[in-house]
């Protein structure tokens, strides 16, 4: 069965350094989603995109976090620099069908900031 | 832009038992409203979806009834067991090609 592909599963990275989260979704799958869990909460939606453009990327903190997609397959979340705030659990999505289908979740990047 | 609200946050039940988990939505022009299990160190799961134009839909034990006057969703899990317990989150899309807003969960534990 495909699945939705993370890198790293976790990381410990210190304030203010930078840290990269990377994404393969589903095959074939245009829109990709990046979420942020904070513990014993909902996924928040950071951002999303259709092939390689930005859908929706209202709230992505843009002064620290970035994201990108250059090829419209694979996907990248960078912070930089990383706040103790930002701990928390990152997940990729994917869906076809223009979003209108099912989200397939990756198994996610635990993000600790000491 | 659309809120999900769910409630409880916590539900203990006995195993055998039913389990209701409730979710409103604020868009009205929401129409795919699903429902994510999310055991511990998982990812989150689809379990069941309903869309706008169904009242309910039932897929062995669990059930999704959707009221769009009252602009609320339910889940439904009948004869509960030990491994239905996880965090259970709803959630709703309001239109084509948007993100998916959830629920903040709802910790379910089935005792036994």
């Known amino acids: 069965e495909a699945e939705v592909a993370q890198s790293p599963r976790y990381k410990i990275t210190e304030k203010s350094q930078a840290v990269a989260f990377w994404c393969d979704p589903i095959s074939g799958h245009a829109t990709l989603y990046w979420y942020r869990q904070i513990l014993g909460q909902g996924p928040e939606l950071l951002v999303q995109?259709?092939?390689?453009?930005?859908?929706?990327d209202s709230q992505l903190p843009k002064d620290r976090f970035s994201a990108e997609r250059l090829k419209g397959v694979d996907s990248t979340l960078k912070i930089q620099p990383a706040e103790l705030g930002d701990s928390a659990m990152y997940l990729c999505?994917?869906?076809?069908?223009?979003?209108?289908?099912?989200?397939?979740f990756g198994q996610g990047t635990r993000l600790t900031v000491v | 832009g659309e809120n999900v609200e769910q409630h409880p946050s916590t539900l203990s039940v006995q195993e055998g038992d039913s389990a209701v988990i409730k979710c409103t939505y604020s868009d009205s022009a929401s129409n795919y409203f699903p429902w994510y299990k999310q055991e511990l160190g998982k990812r989150p799961q689809l379990i069941i979806d309903?869309?706008?134009?169904?009242g309910e839909k039932k897929d062995q034990r669990i059930a999704v009834t959707l009221n769009k006057t009252a602009k609320h969703f339910s889940l439904h899990i009948t004869e509960t067991q030990p491994e239905d317990s996880a965090v259970y989150f709803c959630a709703a899309r309001n239109q084509a090609g948007t993100a998916l807003i959830f629920g903040k969960g709802t910790t379910l534990s089935v005792s036994s």
């Open positions: 999505a994917s869906s076809s069908a223009q979003g209108l289908g099912e989200a397939f």
């Open positions: 309903i869309r706008s134009n169904v």
């Open positions: 995109f259709q092939d390689e453009s930005v859908v929706d």
